[in-house]
């Protein structure tokens, strides 16, 4: 034995949208010289099966003994080719080789699992990859938003998506509700998940499928949703709650500062009346034989946001394009070869959603009674996210406390007892793709449908 102490983290899932996103699949390599002597010309060498990924090797003059060599980039090439091609997820292997002058020293395999082109890790691994999915240039998505434009010509007289040009959220509302009538007019049937065989992640239907097949469940058009909204230039959100996924798009020309968030207060707070910095959407609404109006599959959205213990995260998909996540590239075959298919639009008796009015709505406009109480109510109660109360911003005078009893605390300062203020703990910070990120997920992926 000449080399101990091995420490090889690497991805145990891949698929194309870590690929063509950058993921690296390899995190950390270290071993320690427990042998007696130096070891000199020292080759450490990574080979896939099948062959998923290119070569890798590394050479090191001299490992000294007692000396620990560590590598934290390395630089293992996946073949978009292969991945892009798998239409079924195939176990492979990573072989770790390390020799010395053409002796073999150690060799070790690990499995690896490699993904369908069109199938998503889930939310224990990078959740915020379900963005790729998003695919706002896809050639059909045209002629679906030249419909909505005339949805939209014939609620407003103004058929333009001109995304937050008016900054006028009511505006941003028509927009949003021209495109949810559109895909209602498809008459998509809801189909649960396609078969995939899988215990973990989910296969999705890319949009090319859904205007094939006209099928489709929750998660597969959240994000046809989410791609026509990012076409027109709105900024869209994905919600994952245990078993199920909706949609959403801000009103407001904003983001979240963080592409992945599991704090349901963030979004709800958004949500509440009289703020209207964004709109939650029921996407199965859109399902055919639901005749549910814009405002209905509203209400549907915020109902499922209620009870916090079924949310687990939200994806911003504006945010997640700052940091680099891509549109998956278009993938769209016919029997014919490469071309796009003419779609045929269902006339759907589209309802006006509810305008949107700042502040409390006058029904009897003629008279209005408003007593001194009122006023004083009005100045006191400011519902706009000026309100600290709202809105609460993270600043270096405010102090974050984590896995806390919020009855227990308050108790606790009702009665005037000592309390101590404990730092957070360092395995906590994990940077944005590093292995073991989102610790605070424990359950197992939920499978949407």
């Known amino acids: 034995m000449y080399l101990g102490e091995i420490d090889f983290v690497y991805m145990p899932v891949i698929n194309f949208a870590m690929q063509q996103n ?21 080759t450490i060498s990574i080979k896939s099966d099948p ?6 090797e590394h050479k090191i003059d001299v490992i000294r003994k007692d000396e620990v060599v560590e590598l934290t980039s390395i630089n293992f090439k996946l073949s978009a080719k292969y991945l892009a091609e798998l239409t079924e997820r195939v176990s492979g292997n990573i072989t770790l080789t390390i020799s010395t002058d053409n002796q073999q020293i150690f060799n070790e395999n690990y499995t690896i699992d490699l993904l369908a082109y069109d199938q998503w890790n889930g939310i224990t691994m990078l959740p915020e990859l379900l963005c790729t999915f998003v695919t706002p240039n896809h050639p059909k998505l045209p002629k679906l938003i030249l419909r909505a434009s005339e949805i939209l010509g014939n609620w407003t007289g103004n058929p333009s998506f001109d995304a937050y040009q008016s900054r006028n959220p009511d505006r941003v509302k028509k927009q949003m509700a021209a495109i949810y009538e ?30 094939s097949t006209h099928m489709g469940n929750c998660l597969d058009l959240s994000l046809l949703y989410a791609a026509c909204l990012e076409a027109v230039g709105l900024h869209p959100l994905i919600i994952i709650i245990k078993g199920h996924a909706f949609a959403g798009g801000w009103l407001v020309e904003e983001s979240f500062a963080d592409a992945m968030n599991d704090d349901a207060s963030l979004i709800t707070k958004r949500t509440a009346q009289g703020i ?37 995260l939200f994806i911003d998909v504006k945010r997640s394009r700052f940091s680099g996540i891509r549109p998956l590239p278009l993938r769209l075959k016919t029997e014919d070869g490469w071309q796009i298919v003419e779609e045929k639009f269902n006339a759907r008796n589209n309802g006006l959603p ?13 008279k209005t009674d408003v007593s001194k109480q009122t006023v004083w109510e009005r100045k006191l109660l400011d519902l706009t996210l000026r309100n600290s109360l709202l809105n609460l911003r993270i600043t270096k005078i405010t102090i974050q406390f ?23 703990p360092t395995d906590w910070d994990n940077p944005l793709r590093s292995a073991g990120v989102y610790q605070s997920i424990n359950q197992s992926d939920p499978v949407l449908d």
């Not at 062959?51 to 890798?56: I, K, S, T």
């Open 22 to 42: 950058h993921v690296p699949v390899i995190k950390k390599f270290s071993a320690k010289n427990i042998s007696d002597k130096d070891l000199d010309n020292v």
């Open 51 to 56: 062959d998923f990924a290119l070569v890798y």
């Open 182 to 211: 559109a895909i209602a007019e498809m008459k998509i049937v809801y189909c649960t998940v396609p078969a995939s065989f899988e215990e973990t992640g989910q296969r999705i239907r890319m949009c090319d499928t859904i205007f």
């Open 276 to 312: 209207n910095d964004i709109l939650l959407i029921e996407a199965t609404c859109m399902n055919a034989g639901n005749n549910n109006q814009f405002d209905d599959s509203v209400s549907s959205a915020n109902f499922k946001m209620i009870n916090e213990e079924e949310f687990l």
């Open 354 to 366: 509810e305008e949107i009015i700042p502040g409390v709505k006058l029904i009897n406009v003629e």
């Open 402 to 424: 984590i896995g806390l009893n919020l009855s227990k605390f308050e108790d606790a300062l009702a009665k005037g007892e000592e309390l101590q203020i404990l730092s957070r």
